[in-house]
């Protein structure tokens, strides 16, 4: 099992920046995959971002690339989202996950965080 709780979530400005964090505890964190989805109002859960347990292979929804970065350290147990310019359409609850292969598709994920509320203004 590996439990994962998210934190840094908030309200910004169109334009303006917010950092998200997850830690993961249980089992070896560095030999998951970790990534971040995100789920607005009436819509499905979407890819965001993600990487292997190594680093070696980052991925990034068309959506968000350029202005989200990934990262990791596996010595702290945790994955954080850096979020840039961010807009309207970023707003989401974004949730934080595990995977024993990397995937851009959320069935493939094995555990899941609480989720927290990302909120963009115009």
């Known amino acids: 099992q590996v439990q994962l709780v998210e934190s840094g979530g908030g309200l910004r400005q169109a334009g303006g920046s917010l950092r998200l964090s997850c830690k993961a505890s249980g089992r070896t964190f560095n030999r998951y995959a970790m990534g971040w989805f995100r789920q607005a109002p009436g819509k499905e859960r979407e890819f965001v971002a993600a990487?292997?347990?190594?680093?070696?292979?980052?991925g990034y929804a068309d959506s968000v690339k350029g202005r989200f970065t990934i990262s990791r350290d596996n010595t702290r147990n945790t994955v954080s989202l850096q979020m840039n310019s961010l807009k309207p359409e970023d707003t989401a609850v974004y949730y934080c996950a595990a995977a024993e292969i990397y995937s851009r598709s959320s069935s493939q994920w094995d555990y899941w965080g609480q989720g927290t509320q990302v909120t963009v203004s115009s």
């Open positions: 990487m292997r347990w190594s680093g070696g292979i980052i």
